[in-house]
């Protein structure tokens, strides 16, 4: 008896763990992915600087970022515009060669996603 249980016990739980493993994201999950390897390939492209590919990122993200603020609501939609509005700045100052101003765009936005999620995701 006590045997079985532990089997049942172990079955369920593999399978609730599978089941987990296998959920989809969220929609805003994969936005959010895709806006931290932007951020990531930013930063390291502006070590190396390579500004060329930082306007490009930057410029992805802006795009990406205003489309999400359309169908976003309140603060939200605020948030998610300052990104794209940032985002866009980057890419100017980085497509200008000013690297001073880029980095200052970057941190601008990584200041506006830590606002964000600590009013909305870690709450």
Known sequence: MRKSTLLLTLTTLTLASLAVAQTELRPIQKVMQARAAWMKAMSQNLGAKD??????DAGELSAQAAKVAGGA???RRVLHQQVSDLAK??????TKGD???TKAKLGEIKATCAD???K???K
Do not use: I, M, P, S
């Open 51 to 56: 500004l060329a590919a930082v306007a490009k």
């Open 73 to 75: 609501e309140g603060e």
């Open 89 to 94: 700045a980057a890419a100017e100052a980085a």
């Open 120 to 122: 909305f995701r870690d």
């Open 116 to 118: 964000c999620h600590a």
């Open 99 to 101: 690297e001073v101003l």
